[in-house]
């Protein structure tokens, strides 16, 4: 018996944990298991194309939001070319209703919640050839009827197997981990509030896996725990076994900032600088939106503990919120947003409310006015706090974040305008508005014209004269792109003889061991007083930029008086 495991990845990086965990717990069966990953880039002809060449006996696919409707489209024309093949679904997006997903869709047999000992169970009866219908947590049909065996006792971490081996090939992959199931919260809008209780692996075999995944040299391991930091004792473990290591890998968590505690805050100080970056789902500064959502925290007591360890300058952060949550209007999450942005964070993202089937949430729908799509993500189109058009603007800002903020590509342009606005808020609405009117939202627009487009905003929108602003533009542009070429909408002013004796002074000074490694540029202001101090003084300077890093770029006026 052959069985294809298919993993639909929302991004080539991405790579699906749950199918290695299959593949790993049933390695010692008498059967023929393969993994194929493909993302939802790939052409659903070619997903068909791919799994058809394995002529699999069963395929068994990984369910959630983001490729149910591949999942439906791959497994109808599946089963038009070669009926004979069984599918089975899996995953959250199945876990719930899923009698009439089974009855509706195109499977045989559906695994409800944790897949680990159903699927084994599963495949031991199939080669054995028994009967289905003992199997706790299995959905199937048979003669147009579904069967089910009954709910299945949540498994013991312990008994997981190891899902990774030397032969897979990580490179270039984020790389999915978990040491904990469960969530100590109960979060209306959350799959995770539907089970009770967290459930953790045992430490030290914890770190036996991460060290062979470290060797691998992977780049970036993301821990999928919902809340890595709510046993003290299991989050300091780690943390201080994973600063102990000499590695380049970085380490992602989502973790609750209001239970940081001061034991781990003294430790996580002492983190080696890009070891690890948090998660922190903010989701609202309303502390009575908090309370609606069953999330017993005040934002006060959040930011208290994102603002200490932004003090470390150790670990990047990045904060959520989401819109459309109840009770939360306009003006109340425009108020969110200025809140997190004072805070000055890494990344900020802007997620809309989804109303999962099993969330409690979806059973309050209708008591806060929510309307929200049938089709995935499920995301909220309006509430009676909030209406779909203010919705769209959210969608705007949303944008405009992502690219400018979270790039962190722009920060010297951004600096330059916000100040120009009531609030954070107001600009990225502002250029966002602007974006849409241009119809830069709907046709894609090149690198260079991300930064162009300020220049346009600033004429169209505010009125305001160039000069500075392109100089200020000029500064970031060569920071983070190419320093050879500049767009012509740019000023480049450097003549050659006087490149040659500020990189001559350089070499004398024993400043630079290396002129190849350095790109030196003429503004017409003090660039780096601006970025200091926020004054604009209309003088001439010179900076070189590091080729080899972005950061260090240092003015070199003085090598000329």
């Not at 599946?78 to 876990?95: C, R, T």
């Not at 100590?184 to 809008?189: E, I, S």
Request: proline share 2%.
């Amino acid at each position: 018996m052959k069985v294809l495991l298919v993993g639909i990845n929302s991004r080539f990086t991405h790579s699906n944990l749950a199918i290695r965990y299959l593949k790993a717990f049933t390695e010692d069966l008498n059967y023929q298991c393969l993994i194929r990953e493909f993302s939802i880039n790939d052409r659903v002809e070619r997903i068909v194309q791919e799994i058809i060449r394995e002529k699999a006996d069963i395929v068994v696919f990984s369910c959630y939001i983001w490729n149910r409707d591949y999942v439906k489209q791959i497994s109808d024309l599946l089963k038009l070319i070669d009926n004979n093949i069984k599918l089975l679904y899996g995953g959250p997006e199945v876990s719930f209703d899923s009698e009439n997903y089974l009855k509706d869709s195109f499977a045989d047999y559906l695994i409800e919640g944790e897949g680990e000992e159903t699927y084994r169970e599963f495949i031991e009866y199939m080669i054995a050839g028994n009967d289905l219908k003992d199997i706790k947590g299995l959905y199937y049909k048979e003669n147009d009827k579904i069967f089910y065996g009954g709910k299945r006792k949540l498994m013991d971490l312990n008994k997981i197997v190891f899902p990774y081996n030397i032969d897979d090939d990580l490179n270039n992959k984020i790389v999915y981990f978990e040491a904990s199931r469960g969530c100590p919260f109960n979060c209306k809008y959350c799959l995770s509030s539907t089970i009770r209780g967290v459930r953790f692996m045992d430490l030290e075999r914890v770190k036996v896996d991460l060290k062979f995944l470290i060797d691998k040299n992977v780049k970036l391991i993301k821990f999928v725990d919902r809340t890595f930091n709510c046993s003290d004792e299991f989050a300091m473990g780690i943390w201080e076994y994973l600063m102990s290591l000499e590695t380049e890998t970085t380490f992602h968590f989502e973790i609750s900032a209001d239970i940081l505690n001061d034991k781990q805050l003294k430790l996580l100080e002492k983190a080696p600088k890009g070891r690890f970056q948090f998660e922190v789902g903010v989701q609202t500064t309303n502390n009575e939106v908090l309370k609606n959502i069953n999330r017993f925290v005040v934002f006060e007591d959040i930011k208290k503990q994102v603002m200490e360890l932004k003090k470390y300058g150790n670990i990047k952060q990045h904060l959520d919120l989401i819109a459309g949550l109840p009770g939360e209007n306009f003006e109340s999450f425009k108020k969110s947003f200025n809140d997190l942005y004072a805070i000055e964070p890494d990344e900020i993202q802007l997620g809309f409310l989804k109303i999962l089937k099993g969330a409690p949430m979806k059973d309050e729908a209708e008591q806060w006015g929510i309307v929200h799509s049938n089709y995935t993500p499920y995301e909220v189109l309006k509430t009676k706090d909030i209406s779909y058009d203010e919705i769209i603007l959210l969608k705007r800002v949303e944008e405009m974040v992502d690219k400018y903020y979270n790039s962190q590509k722009f920060k010297t342009i951004l600096k330059y305008f916000t100040p120009k606005f009531e609030s954070a808020f107001d600009f990225y609405l502002c250029l966002g508005t602007f974006f849409y009117n241009k119809g830069y939202l709907s046709r894609s627009i090149s690198s260079v014209d991300y930064y162009k487009i300020f220049i346009e905003f600033n004429e169209e929108k505010l009125k305001g004269e160039n000069f500075a602003l392109k100089e200020i533009v000029k500064y970031d542009y060569l920071k983070y792109n190419k320093k050879k070429w500049l767009p012509n909408f740019l000023l480049r002013d450097v003549n050659k003889e006087t490149e040659k004796k500020i990189k001559e002074k350089l070499l004398q000074n024993d400043s630079i061991n290396n002129t190849n490694n350095i790109h030196i540029e003429k503004f017409m202001i003090n660039i780096l007083e601006y970025i200091e101090n926020n004054n604009i003084c209309e003088e001439a300077h010179y900076l070189i930029y590091d080729i080899n890093d972005e950061e260090n770029i240092k003015d070199v006026t003085y090598i000329l008086v």
